[in-house]
């Protein structure tokens, strides 16, 4: 287990103007040595230094546009960062500014218990073809599982062509049990995205580590044409179809647009549901006067608020929630990290072992030959509610 150093307390009093000051120097000292990262997510006085900006697999690729890169500073969280390692070149250097920017989404599926579920399922179903699938949003050896089984990755927005593929693979029913996916971590994201492909609620059942059977019955599970891991992210899944009623009340002829990530009903009681990159482009190309409330983080849904004053843009959340990790790098310790760079002290590299690495990396690359197939068209059908979910 990786723990962050407390940087030099000079650099927390640091005026805002100095610390500007000395991140532009470094980073100007490093020159084309340094790439910097920034997630869509990360405050604004982080991201104005960022190269590129993007989700986390767009920067773990946008990243390999520098090869002549030695570090790629990742203001993101963890996972992310591992990401960018797999995909490095030999001899980059990947770091995150703070050790304690992590995710707790990814950190809901750990890999003894993920194991264990699908040993069981196996056990369970031992003539079923079943597809293990892993958001982005987790750890290396998740991607690596997926990896070695046959499986592969989706980000938020590949989701309709990957998880199509899947479901395509996983549709027959051997000896009284169902073909499978079986999808980490995001429950929301595997329920929006399977229902929205055509399958019925009946047909998922969820998996809590937990429990016993992950909390459901020998039969239900061989029965199941889904299988959802019990993991959420603490920003979506604040957002209710409580919000969206009181937002409507607010501003008529609102449009709402929320994150896939987001439960069920209230993607149901949006009119549009998509990943970062959708939510951006959807605003982007909005006419002038249009009204959105924005469900998801709200860094993002600030930052397109003051690039479209054009548009009234506020936030799903009435709470305006953040994401807590993301916050956790700072001015302070993007300049603390880059003048360590240049007295040629790199801290805080995040490095995935070779095995580990190959068969995750085997779980991405497949993940992006997918993207790139045309998406299949959704059936037409009436939203239902998922009781708890």
């Known amino acids: 287990m990786l723990y962050q150093q407390p940087i030099p307390e000079a650099y927390l009093r640091l005026p805002a103007a100095e610390l500007h000051e000395r991140i532009a120097a470094a980073k100007a000292e490093l020159g084309a040595r340094l790439t910097i990262l920034g997630h869509h997510y990360q405050r604004d006085d982080v991201i104005r230094y960022a190269d590129f900006t993007g989700d986390s697999l767009k920067l773990a690729q946008l990243s390999m546009s520098r090869p002549e890169a030695d570090f790629i500073v990742f203001c993101g969280v963890h996972f992310m960062a591992e990401g960018a390692d797999i995909l490095a070149r030999p001899g980059q250097q990947v770091l995150l500014p703070d050790l304690g920017a992590g995710c707790s989404m990814a950190d809901m599926a750990g890999i003894e218990d993920v194991e264990e579920c699908w040993a069981v399922l196996r056990e369970l179903c031992p003539e079923s073809t079943m597809v293990p699938m892993t958001y982005v949003n987790s750890a290396a050896a998740l991607k690596a599982l997926v990896g070695r089984n046959d499986g592969c990755c989706c980000t938020s927005g590949n989701a309709d062509n990957v998880i199509g593929w899947a479901l395509d693979r996983a549709a027959g029913d051997r000896a009284g049990c169902r073909d499978k996916l079986v999808f980490f971590p995001d429950q929301h994201l595997g329920r929006n995205t399977c229902y929205k492909l055509g399958v019925p609620l009946d047909q998922m059942v969820v998996w809590d580590p937990a429990q016993e059977l992950g909390g459901n019955t020998e039969e239900a599970l061989r029965r199941a044409r889904v299988v959802l891991w019990k993991g959420h992210c603490s920003v979506h899944t604040r957002m209710t ?122 779980a991405l690359d497949r993940m992006l030959e997918l993207s790139a197939a045309p998406a299949k068209p959704a059936p037409v059908r009436e939203a239902m509610l998922v009781p708890g979910a």
């Open 241 to 362: 179809p409580e919000h969206v009623r009181q937002v409507r009340e607010e501003y008529p002829g609102v449009k709402v647009i929320v994150h896939p990530e987001c439960p069920f009903a209230t993607v149901q009681a949006a009119d549009l549901a998509g990943s970062t990159e959708f939510i951006i482009k959807h605003i982007k190309e909005a006419a002038p006067g249009t009204i959105w409330a924005v469900g998801t983080e709200i860094h993002l849904v600030q930052r397109l608020a003051r690039q479209h004053p054009e548009q009234t843009i506020v936030s799903l959340d009435d709470c305006r929630c953040q994401c807590a990790t993301m916050f956790r790098i700072s001015p302070q310790h993007l300049a603390w990290m880059l003048e360590e760079l240049v007295a040629g002290r790199p801290h805080n590299r995040i490095t995935v072992d070779p095995e580990t690495a190959r068969w995750a990396r085997l």
